[in-house]
């Protein structure tokens, strides 16, 4: 028997088909998901040959600014030795090779043999996911260490953003989960916290958080907030056309402003540095940092994320942002290792380059 592993291309599709039929009761790859996947730029599409034919495949994806690749999809035509763990070693070399510092992936509670291998290959279990899959079943999810140390474990819930305007929100929530006993974190609560943060609404849809909202609504739950932002006055109306809309964004901006002073939450006008983020996480706070979103979703939008650790070269983050049209879940957005550079030169907004993070830790610590 001799056997290769190799990029896939458009004339494997009717075999990967048929190894998915046969492989998978359910939540199958379809044939225009496996075209997708060999074409797309952040994603790796390896077939293994066994005497001149396909016999099993390996799907890696990668997301953009991040240290982790997810294993998307593992699957083998026939029970011959040895294919699931070269499928499998070939995605870490893939992996490897793009820089990756984590391999993640999914995996059916009930699916003991694979469950076994990545187990025997050095993974571990980091969650798991209930009624993940069509017939109700739970995913575990499992992550590799490539290169490194093992990543922090710090504890700090994630919780993805249900609308497109509430990562503010969001970031918030995770960041009262992990310093308030009991807080519950949902769907309305994730609302309130937008509606007392928002800079606008009105006219052209949702507005956003900026950082003196978010740190007035971190005080009135409890949390003690630091502001620092790189510009003087309000934020966010350079693309803003409407007079009406930006004489509404500035009151409200004005108005967290006077709140943020009249409730003493130190403020810094000046860009944050890497050793802010660090002293921050060091003393064992979090920080909510606003990025652009272009580096990691390809739009040019502000976006809040939340910092959790810092390992002397990356910056750990929890982004409430989860591509599901592009086959994401929480294990793509949550725990994302950074490195130093790629997360500096994310964390600015716009033509001036704003920078911007509110700092959160327990009231009596500060």
Not at 92 to 110: G, N, W
């Amino acid at each position: 028997m001799s056997s290769r592993i190799r990029s896939a291309c458009t004339a494997d599709i009717d075999a990967l088909v048929a190894i998915e039929q046969a492989a998978f009761a359910g939540d199958r790859i379809s044939r225009r998901s496996f075209r997708q996947l060999i074409e797309r730029e952040t994603a790796a599409a390896l077939v293994v040959e066994v005497d001149g034919r396909v016999a099993g495949y390996v799907m890696v994806l990668f997301r953009k600014g991040s240290g982790v690749a997810r294993l998307y999809s593992i699957a083998r035509a026939s029970d011959e030795p040895g294919l699931g763990r070269a499928l499998l070693q070939a995605a870490e070399s893939v992996a490897f090779d793009r820089e990756r510092l984590l391999l993640r992936l999914e995996v059916r509670e009930d699916n003991h043999r694979a469950i076994a291998l990545y187990k025997q290959n050095g993974y571990r279990c980091i969650g798991r996911e209930p009624d993940y899959y069509h017939d109700g079943m739970a995913a575990l999810r499992f992550e590799k260490t490539l290169r490194g140390q093992h990543p922090p474990a710090t504890g700090v819930p994630y919780y993805p953003q249900s609308w497109d305007f509430t990562c503010g929100p969001c970031c918030l929530m995770m960041a009262a989960g992990h310093f308030l006993p009991g807080y519950k974190a949902d769907r309305t609560a994730e609302l309130r916290l937008w509606r007392e943060a928002t800079t606008v609404f009105m006219m052209s849809g949702a507005g956003g958080c900026e950082p003196f909202g978010l740190a007035v609504a971190a005080h009135d739950l409890g949390l003690s907030a630091e502001i620092f932002v790189s510009a003087v006055g309000p934020l966010f109306l350079q693309s803003v056309r409407s007079h009406e809309k930006r004489s509404v964004m500035e009151v409200a901006q004005a108005d967290f402003r006077r709140r943020a002073a009249g409730y003493e939450i130190p403020t810094h006008t000046r860009a944050f540095s890497l050793d802010d983020i660090g002293a921050c996480l060091s003393g064992g706070g979090l920080a909510m940092v606003l990025v652009s979103g272009y580096l990691m979703f390809g739009q040019k939008v502000p976006h809040w994320v939340l910092a959790i650790a810092d390992d002397g070269k990356h910056i750990t983050i929890h982004d409430p942002w989860v591509e599901d049209e592009r086959g994401e879940t929480m294990t793509d957005a949550a725990g994302i290792p950074v490195p130093y550079a790629i997360f500096m030169r994310m964390a600015q907004f716009g033509r001036d380059g704003l920078r911007a993070a509110v700092m959160i830790k327990r009231h009596e610590e500060r």
